[in-house]
Structures are given as structure tokens and as C-alpha cells.
């Protein structure tokens, strides 16, 4: 089973976080560095296909030769046995097509800024001649700090390389530029055309084309306009839409040429640079389109975009902050015509075609001008009140005492300050009658978050802990792994915040996955004083017992010896047995002493003494002929003595010799003296 394997003896696979075409990413653990990676691994019916081990050998090392904040980075790849894998940085958020599905549209600052960031990852790998080939939303991951990461280069192709024959469809039907469709030679182009559609659907929260199935789509692709995304989504101001719109010129020439370009006119926008974003714009040759013809609610016609000759129109433009928030003129009824292809079309089809539109111009033109003279109302262009604050919105309404002041409806906002318009019914520019009413919708700030609080993630798995902070509002983040004597490795052995912390909704929580029991090398500290030794111990992450011993040897309070050695696990307890010193003492030399002389040195000494008696022709009776031991010896032992009891006798009367000898030690044994075994008093 995958989630039991450890692949290149040195990343433990884990639990299954998602599955591609041709490959399976699981959360690892790194056991060397001991942080959290991704692990991607190749399904088996492809492994032993050899070109797309190539393609999968192709991808890790392009992927590891990009170097930037937006691409998620490439640690390592390899095989196991039959099994092909990358290691790559894991990533913690939610990718950007999920973030469209749960949120809707975008606010268009954060559209630019996650294009930006997109386009800077694009300039990259063009750089280093990669196209990607697959940029879709999907592919696009939205951390928690906002910012975003470009992934899987799992179908990027050098610009040189031969892996395939053709530049067949690898991408997705929704998001693959017109030459991709077509099987055509591809550029850093078909990236950015791609990255135009991810715009569009993050800007108003639908794709551009839709159908039943990829071939439909493909084919709307290559032969339909898309509608322009203000029409989807009215918050789309004018210049956001052109950028996106240029993104997506059917003819590769007529897009932006590069990604840092791209980039470059996004940080405009998003700097309110709006003059030299149109003037970028305008620089650059632009397919034309045929000039849908604006018409407003009340009939009147509004001012046409700019065109070119023929009856076109260029991609629209605006000249100030304020024309950046109204919506573009265009028909609400009608979708953009067939840009042109730079195919050449039948000159007769040319001809009734401008014709037609110039009647239909001059119809309309004809119509609003009949309806304006035959009015006798009088009509005036609404004030613009966005980005005023209430008071002067509603100040300006009154002065201008054509208009009437509306409703005022408040609404949380998270990038207009509190007190602004944040939008306004009717749109400013619109010709409306005396004492129409003017309805304000209100910045209250942003949103207040919900205080939730932080659960116990102890002993959870990396998936556990994240859906245990999910499902209160949190992000989740993996921290550095630790060490734990009580939390098996992989699990969670500590938190920051701590559980129980309240917390604001969306705030992140950081995990610290358990790397098991820490081993440490255990100090040798025999010798050493007993201080010293606990101290060492103690600084080396030990618990220290120590007993006490005597030692001939080693002197008092040094350690003889202790109870581990190597390594072992920190925290456990070493023992070390201290010298309490020697007992031993000298044993006095008693020889030639009489018995009770002897008896007092030895024991002086600290020993016990044991008395033999032995008879001696040359020594006197009651001296000590003999010792047991000599030297040293531990006090309290038994020294033992051998006393003369002097010569032996020397009376030649056999008859009464035995009863002699037995007077002799009777009296001897009394203290009293013998004289040829005779008593005398």
C-alpha cells in the first residue's frame, strides 16, 4: 500500500491529497529535513510507458529549473523499484477554481493581482523557453496570505523538445488558446491567452465558452468572440476588460507578446495608471472587431468607442479613475461578431457587411435623435458618486437639485474604506430625467470576523487537523516538525495558537508534525566529580540517580561507573554510582610483641584478632611467633595471631610424664607456674 511506503529511504508517503490524469500527489514527510512535501507519483499503467516516464522525468526538471515566488518549487524526483516521483513544496490553501466556485466573481484589484502574479510566473519559464501549455484556475494555488502559485508543468514542453510529434491538445477545452486547438506550433502566446480566459472567469465567475462537451468548446474557441465581461459582471470596470480582452485576441500576433508585458500593464492598473495602460494598449496592432452599437435603456445612443476605418472598433479605452468605473458602453443585447482572423474574406461579403452596419448605425442614430426631439422631457447625465464619501455624495445630489436623493444601503467591504460609495443605481453618465432618484450602496469597512476557537490538534493527522480547522474557519498551516516522547510520528504534537485560543475566523493556525522520541549521545562522566557529572548529564537532556559505593581505588566522591552509555532517549535517567572511599587499613606488624601487646595493636588498628598458641624452643612463652596477614586489609576483618608457648618439656620420668604434661596446662591455663611438673605456692 502507497501510504506505507518510504520512497528513496527517505520520504514517507502519507495520506492521498489528490489525483491527476496521469499521476497521484500524496502528503510526505521528509525524514531528513523533517518538513511536510508534496509527493507526486506516476499511475502505474503509465510507468512503464517510456514516454511518459520521459515526460514525467521532463517535467521535474523543468519544474526544478524555475526559480520563482509563484511556481511551486521542485526539491527532488527519482524511482523506486516501478514507481516514478517528484518532491515537491507542499502547499496549504485552495486552488483558484475552487476559490471562484465557493466565492463568485472577484473584485477586480484582486483579478489584476493574481494575473500579475500568474504572468510573472509565465515570464519564468519563457525565459527558460517553457510554455505550459495548461494554465487554468485549477492549476493556479491561492495561499493564505493571498498570493498565488503556479503548478503542474506535468504537460510543459520545451520549445525544443521532441517528446512528441505534434503539439496535440494537452490542455483543458475551457482555458486552451485557438493554435493549441489547432494543433498549431505553439508560443509564450497560447500561455497568455489562457491566462486571459482565467482573468475573465475570475472576474465574473463563469468561463467564456461553454458546451456539452471539449470538442463544442474548442471549436467556440477557434470561430466565436467572447461576450465582454462587463456585460457578465457590471463591477468589471473598462480597463481591467481590455487587458483581459487583448489577452484574448484569436490571433496570437494581436496579444500581448510577452508575459512580463502582461505584467508590466497589470502593476499599471494596479498602481491607477491608467494613461499608460491605454497608452500600451493602443501601441500595440489589434485585430478589429465589429463595432457592436451601444444603446442605453431610454433609447438615447451613447458615445461610440473609438473605431478604425471600416466601421470598427478597437478594444475600448478609458482616460480617468472615475470613466474606469462605469460600465463600457456596449449592447447588453448583443455579443461581440467574429474578430477577424486574418484569413482573407470575400470582398462582396466585406462590402454588405459595412453596409449593413452603417444602417443600422444610422437607423439607431436616426431613432435616438427622434426620440430625443420628440421628448419633452429634460435629461441629464448622473453625477459619478463613487469613491465619494456619504456626506458629499449626498451634498452634490442636493446641490444639483436635478436629481433626488435615493435609498442608502450599507454593505461590508473589504477594499473600499468605510463611509465611500461603494456603487450607485443609476450608473453615472446615464441620461435620466429631472427628479430621478439616486440610490447609494455604502462602504460599512470590512467584514467583522467570527471569533472561533482553536480545537486540540494533538495526536490528528496532517488531513484530520486540517478539517478540524476547516470546519471552524481557520487555514491550516505545517510548521517545523518536533520531537515527542508521547505522539507517534506524523501526528500532530503541538499547536500555535494553543487549542482553546479565540481567534478570528480565517486566521491561520500553524501544526508541528511529531519526528518520535529524540535520541542523544549520553557524556561519559566516569571520573569526574559527582557535581560535574550530574551537571553534564543534565545539560546533555538526562534525569540523573546516583548510589553511592565503596571503592579501593577511585577516591571519595568521584563517579566509578554509570548506568548507560551511547545514545538514548533525551529525558531518560542515567545512574551513576559515586566512590564513597576505601575502609581498608594497615595491619601492624605484632611479631616478637607478647600476646597482649599484639592484641591491642590489631586492634587499635580496627581489626578483631584470634590467638593460636604453638610451643617454641627459641622463642619465650606469651611472644608472638606469627600473623595471618600482613599489608591491608578492610577494618573489621580477623587478624590472626600465633603465641610461643615456649620450649617443650624436657622431665625423663615416663611413668608420670603424661600426668605431668596435663598439671602443666591446667596450671598454665590458671595463670600460676610449673617446675619440673611440680606446683609451688
Known amino acids: 500500500m502507497m501510504s506505507e511506503r518510504v520512497l528513496g529511504g527517505r520520504y514517507a508517503v ?26 507526486k507519483t506516476m499511475l502505474p499503467q503509465y510507468a512503464t510507458d517510456p514516454s511518459f516516464a520521459a515526460r514525467f522525468k521532463q517535467e521535474a526538471q523543468a519544474a526544478a529549473a524555475l526559480q520563482s515566488p509563484y511556481i511551486v518549487s521542485v526539491y527532488d524526483w527519482g524511482k523506486d523499484s516501478d514507481t516514478y516521483y517528484i518532491v515537491m513544496e507542499y502547499l496549504r490553501g485552495t486552488d483558484l477554481k475552487s476559490g471562484i466556485r465557493r466565492h463568485g466573481a472577484l473584485d ?30 485549477q492549476n493556479i494555488m491561492v495561499l493564505p496570505d493571498g498570493n498565488i502559485k503556479v503548478m503542474d508543468f506535468g504537460i510543459a514542453r520545451a520549445k525544443n523538445s521532441h517528446l512528441t510529434q505534434d503539439n496535440s491538445v494537452l490542455g ?7 493554435e493549441q486547438t489547432q494543433g498549431k506550433e505553439l508560443g509564450p502566446t497560447t500561455d497568455i491567452y489562457s491566462l486571459g480566459i482565467v482573468m475573465y472567469e475570475a472576474a465574473t465567475g463563469s468561463v467564456p465558452f461553454d458546451g456539452d462537451d471539449a470538442i463544442s468548446v474548442a471549436l467556440k474557441q477557434v470561430n466565436e468572440q467572447p461576450e465582454p465581461p462587463s456585460q457578465r459582471n457590471p463591477r468589471v470596470d473598462a480597463t481591467l476588460e481590455s487587458i483581459i480582452l487583448k489577452c484574448m485576441q484569436k490571433n496570437p500576433a ?10 508590466h500593464v497589470l502593476r499599471d492598473y494596479l498602481a491607477g495608471r491608467l494613461r499608460a495602460v491605454n497608452n500600451m494598449i493602443a501601441s500595440m496592432p489589434t485585430s478589429t472587431v465589429t463595432a457592436p452599437i451601444p444603446v442605453t435603456p431610454g433609447g438615447a445612443t451613447n458615445t461610440l468607442p ?7 472598433a478597437s478594444i475600448p479605452r478609458v482616460e480617468s479613475a472615475n470613466h474606469a468605473r462605469q460600465r463600457p458602453q456596449r449592447a447588453t443585447d448583443q455579443a461581440y461578431e467574429q474578430r477577424h482572423t486574418g484569413k482573407k474574406k470575400k470582398k462582396g461579403h466585406k462590402a454588405l457587411f459595412g453596409v449593413i452596419v452603417a444602417l443600422l448605425v444610422i437607423g439607431i442614430a436616426a431613432f435616438a435623435a427622434f426620440s430625443y426631439l420628440g421628448s419633452s422631457s429634460e435629461t441629464e447625465a448622473v453625477p459619478n458618486l463613487v469613491g465619494l464619501s456619504q456626506e458629499d455624495a449626498l451634498k452634490q445630489i442636493q446641490a ?14 473589504s477594499s473600499v474604506a468605510k463611509g465611500l460609495v461603494i456603487d450607485q443605481d443609476p450608473d453615472a453618465g446615464q441620461q435620466k430625467a429631472k427628479g430621478t432618484q439616486i440610490n447609494l450602496v455604502v462602504s460599512k469597512g470590512e467584514e467583522p470576523a467570527v471569533q472561533v476557537q482553536v480545537p486540540d490538534l494533538t495526536g490528528m493527522s496532517p488531513s484530520e487537523a486540517e478539517a478540524a480547522l476547516q470546519r471552524v474557519g481557520l487555514v491550516s498551516q505545517a510548521g517545523d516538525s518536533v520531537y515527542s516522547d508521547t505522539v507517534e510520528v506524523g501526528k500532530v504534537a503541538g499547536q500555535n495558537p494553543a487549542a482553546g485560543t479565540t481567534v478570528k475566523a480565517g486566521d491561520t493556525i500553524t501544526y508541528q508534525l511529531s519526528k518520535g522520541q529524540e535520541t542523544v549521545e549520553i ?20 534525569a540523573v540517580k546516583s548510589t553511592k559505593d565503596e571503592s579501593d581505588t577511585v577516591n571519595e566522591g568521584l563517579v566509578i561507573k554509570q548506568s548507560a552509555t551511547g545514545s538514548a532517549a533525551k529525558g531518560s535517567t542515567v545512574t551513576i554510582t559515586v566512590s564513597s572511599g ?9 611479631i616478637g610483641q607478647s600476646e597482649s601487646a599484639a592484641t591491642g595493636a590489631l586492634q587499635n588498628a580496627g581489626f578483631d584478632v584470634a590467638v593460636n598458641y604453638e610451643q617454641s624452643s627459641t622463642v619465650s612463652k606469651g611472644v608472638v611467633i606469627g600473623q595471618s596477614s600482613k599489608g591491608s586489609a578492610k577494618k573489621g576483618a580477623t587478624v590472626t595471631i600465633t603465641v610461643s608457648t615456649g620450649a617443650p618439656s624436657t622431665n625423663t620420668n615416663n611413668n608420670s610424664s603424661s600426668s605431668d604434661n596435663s598439671k602443666n596446662t591446667s596450671n598454665n591455663s590458671n595463670g600460676g607456674t610449673t617446675n619440673n611438673g611440680t606446683t609451688t605456692d
Open 400 to 413: 444639483d437639485d436635478f436629481f433626488q436623493q435615493g435609498s442608502v444601503k450599507e454593505e461590508y467591504s
Open 172 to 178: 483543458t477545452a475551457h482555458y486552451v488558446s485557438p
Open 14 to 39: 502519507q495520506d492521498k491529497v489528490g489525483t491527476g490524469g496521469m499521476a497521484v500527489v500524496y502528503r510526505g514527510l521528509d525524514q531528513v529535513l523533517g518538513r511536510t512535501v508534496a509527493i
Open 306 to 312: 473609438v473605431t478604425n476605418t471600416g466601421n470598427t
Open 582 to 590: 576505601t575502609t581498608k587499613a594497615t595491619i601492624p606488624s605484632v
Open 254 to 263: 494581436d496579444r500581448f507578446q510577452s508575459a512580463d508585458e502582461l505584467a
Open 108 to 137: 477586480c484589484k484582486k483579478v489584476a493581482q493574481i494575473g500579475s502574479q500568474i504572468a510573472q510566473a509565465l515570464s519564468v519559464a519563457h525565459q527558460h523557453d517553457i510554455i505550459h501549455r495548461d494554465i487554468k484556475p
Open 523 to 542: 557524556p561519559n562522566v566516569v571520573g569526574k566529580s559527582e557535581a560535574d557529572a550530574t551537571s553534564a548529564l543534565k545539560a546533555a537532556g538526562f
